[in-house]
């Protein structure tokens, strides 16, 4: 069965990085597009980020463009978001996901915090 599951949250002063993994399995992950959403507290789940199964034009939200990267290594199963610059309204759970044969798949989400 499809399992995701991140890792890499925590707490981070402002300005900070982070940078969250990703370990797909049960499908063939090299030829699945992933994503990266989030949801801060009382506030729906926002698409982050998506990279295609070949890693080219990887496709960011306006508040996250220049700051965070996705990439992905197809040898390792894993996607990636890296966070730089991070800032308080970056606070919010991160989840991975794939879509397939019609449903979305999630992780269990990991958890960043950006606070002084």
């Known amino acids: 069965q499809v399992q995701l599951v991140e890792s890499g949250g925590g707490l981070v002063q402002p300005g900070g990085s982070l940078r969250l993994s990703c370990l797909a399995s049960?499908?063939?992950?090299?030829?699945?597009?992933m994503s990266w959403y989030r949801q801060a507290p009382g506030k729906e789940r926002e698409l982050v980020a998506f990279?295609?199964?070949?890693?080219?034009?990887?496709n960011y939200a306006n508040s996250v463009k220049g700051r965070f990267t996705i990439s992905r290594d197809n040898a390792k199963n894993t996607v990636y978001l890296q966070m730089n610059s991070l800032k308080p309204e970056d606070t919010a759970v991160y989840y991975c996901?794939?879509?397939?044969?019609?449903?979305?798949?999630w992780g269990q989400g990991t958890p960043v915090t950006v606070s002084s």
């Open positions: 990279i295609t199964s070949t890693g080219g034009n990887p």
């Open positions: 049960g499908f063939t992950f090299s030829i699945s597009t």
């Open positions: 996901n794939t879509f397939r044969v019609g449903r979305h798949y």
